[in-house]
Each structure stands twice: as structure tokens, then as C-alpha cells.
Nanobody
Framework: VQLLESGGGSVQAGGSLRLSCAMSTGPVRLYVMGWFRRTPGKEREGVARLDTDGVTASADSVKGRFTITKDNVKNILYLQMNSLKPEDSAMYYC???????????????????WGQGIQVSVSA
């Protein structure tokens, strides 16, 4: 399984970015796909997830601002980030789990596959 993020960068507060995660899974089926982020000195936190049945979940801190979607033809996972805040600055990671997970935003230890991460910086 290979996950490759793109679309990060620098933006001013209030702006938008769309992250992409190109997914090459081969014969592996991913039941859950998600986005995580980590800032220096903090643990990696879940941002949003999308299950293969279409159910989504997002962290309270991003609800109403971030949207997770997937292009099933191109096999690309997206994270549309609007109304960005300086506290959204972090390294963002795409992740996948090859078995079903409990609902909601779960810890990163339940995910099996990770991208290398991409930086998002939001200035005030």
C-alpha cells in the first residue's frame, strides 16, 4: 500500500487548501481512510475519516470547515480545508486501515498504512 499526499503549503488565515492522497492499494482493501495531523511536541490527532460505506466523521475542531471525500475512480482521498486558522498549522498525514474500526475519530494506532506527510502552514 502506498499513500502519497500533495496539496499542502502556506496560506493566510481564512483561506482554503485541498489536500490530496493518491492511494495505491493493490489487493489490499482499505475499510477506513483518514487524515491526521501533528504539530511539534504533540501527539498525532485524527482530523477526519471516511469509511467505504460512505460514513464520515470529523474532529470537533474542524467540523463545518473541513470535508473529507474520495474519488473512487482515481482512488484519491481529499481533505478540503476552509476557513483555515493558525492552529490548523501542522504536518498532515493520510492513513488507511485494512479492517473495520469503531465509529468516530479513533487513535492513530488503529491505522495500518501511512503517507509521508505534508506541511500546512496558516499565518495570522
Amino acid at each position: 500500500v502506498q499513500l502519497l499526499e500533495s496539496g499542502g503549503g502556506s496560506v493566510q488565515a481564512g483561506g482554503s487548501l485541498r489536500l490530496s492522497c493518491a492511494m495505491s492499494t493493490g489487493p489490499v482493501r482499505l475499510y477506513v481512510m483518514g487524515w491526521f495531523r501533528r504539530t511539534p511536541g504533540k501527539e498525532r490527532e485524527g482530523v477526519a475519516r471516511l469509511d467505504t460505506d460512505g460514513v464520515t466523521a470529523s474532529a470537533d475542531s474542524v467540523k463545518g470547515r473541513f470535508t473529507i471525500t474520495k474519488d473512487n475512480v482515481k482512488n484519491i482521498l481529499y481533505l478540503q480545508m476552509n476557513s483555515l486558522k493558525p492552529e490548523d498549522s501542522a504536518m498532515y498525514y493520510c492513513a488507511g486501515a485494512h479492517n473495520p474500526l469503531l465509529p468516530g475519530i479513533v487513535d492513530d494506532l488503529w491505522y495500518h498504512h501511512w503517507g509521508q506527510g505534508i506541511q500546512v502552514s496558516v499565518s495570522a
